[in-house]
């Protein structure tokens, strides 16, 4: 069985920093795009960045030049540090990704999401 596993969310005040990481474990033959999306109370799910395999990245504007999305390919890990942070960037922090894998003897893709991990900016 594959997953995802975020960790680093907690409370911080407007204008500090956090680290996310997401971890992926199970039979993995490979990982195509990873990526980060939030939910905010009342909210629906919006993209916050999405990092491809050769490390192409791709940002929502309200993060661009706040958020850094990165990823350890030998670890099979994608972080997002988080800066200058805002209160209207609280919201549940998801972690996605494209996973090739084994099962039953046959190559599938699945699409897999982490449980989230909670961010709470302060004013």
């Known amino acids: 069985q594959v997953q995802l596993v975020e960790s680093g969310g907690g409370l911080v005040q407007a204008g500090g920093s956090l680290r996310l990481s997401c971890a992926a474990s199970?039979?993995?033959?490979?990982?195509?795009?990873m990526g980060w999306y939030r939910q905010a109370p009342g909210k629906q799910r919006e993209l916050v960045a999405t990092?491809?395999?050769?490390?192409?990245?791709n940002y929502a504007d309200s993060v661009k030049g706040r958020f850094t999305i990165s990823r350890d390919n030998t670890k099979n890990l994608v972080y997002l540090q988080m800066n200058s942070l805002k209160p209207e960037d609280t919201a549940v922090y998801y972690c996605?990704?494209?996973?090739?894998?084994?099962?039953?003897?046959?190559?599938?893709?699945?699409?897999?999401w982490g449980q989230g991990t909670l961010v709470t900016v302060s004013s």
């Open positions: 996605n990704a494209d996973i090739t894998t084994r099962r039953l003897g046959t190559y599938r893709d699945l699409e897999v």
């Open positions: 199970g039979i993995i033959l490979g990982i195509n795009n």
């Open positions: 990092i491809a395999s050769v490390g192409n990245t």
